[in-house]
Nanobody, 120 residues
Framework: VQLVESGGGSVQTGGSLRLSCVASENTYCMAWFRQAPGKQREGVASIDSDGSTSYADSVKGRFTISQDNALKILYLQLNSLKPEDTARYYC???????????????????WGQGTQVTVS
């Protein structure tokens, strides 16, 4: 599975961005992660092929994960951005999982190259 992210950029506090991830094929679990310099990769949100979602507490109510299965595109809408949201954002895929799709990075098999989000 090949994944290509886009949509990152620099915004002011309180601003919004929409990230996209184009996949070469649909998989059961898709997720967004982020990693800031000097910090561990952090799970942001996940979605399964039926549309069930999970979010990290730090982004609940501000970020929304969604997907277009026909186009094989994963989205992450980022609203009310804060400086602490600054990171490189990655999409990831996992072909299958028993239960709700996790937002734990070592459970994902395929990764994109990431897109940078900077909030000032």
């Amino acid at each position: 599975v090949q994944l290509v992210e886009s949509g990152g950029g620099s915004v002011q506090t309180g601003g919004s961005l929409r990230l996209s991830c184009v996949a070469s094929e649909n998989t059961y679990c898709m997720a967004w992660f982020r990693q800031a310099p000097g910090k561990q990769r952090e799970g942001v949100a996940s979605i399964d092929s039926d549309g069930s979602t999970s979010y990290a507490d730090s982004v609940k109510g501000r970020f929304t994960i969604s997907q277009d299965n026909a186009l094989k595109i994963l989205y992450l809408q980022l609203n009310s951005l804060k400086p602490e949201d600054t990171a490189r954002y990655y999409c990831a895929a996992r072909p299958g999982y028993a239960g709700s799709c996790p937002i734990t990075h070592y459970l994902y098999d395929y990764w994109g190259q990431g897109t940078q989000v900077t909030v000032s």
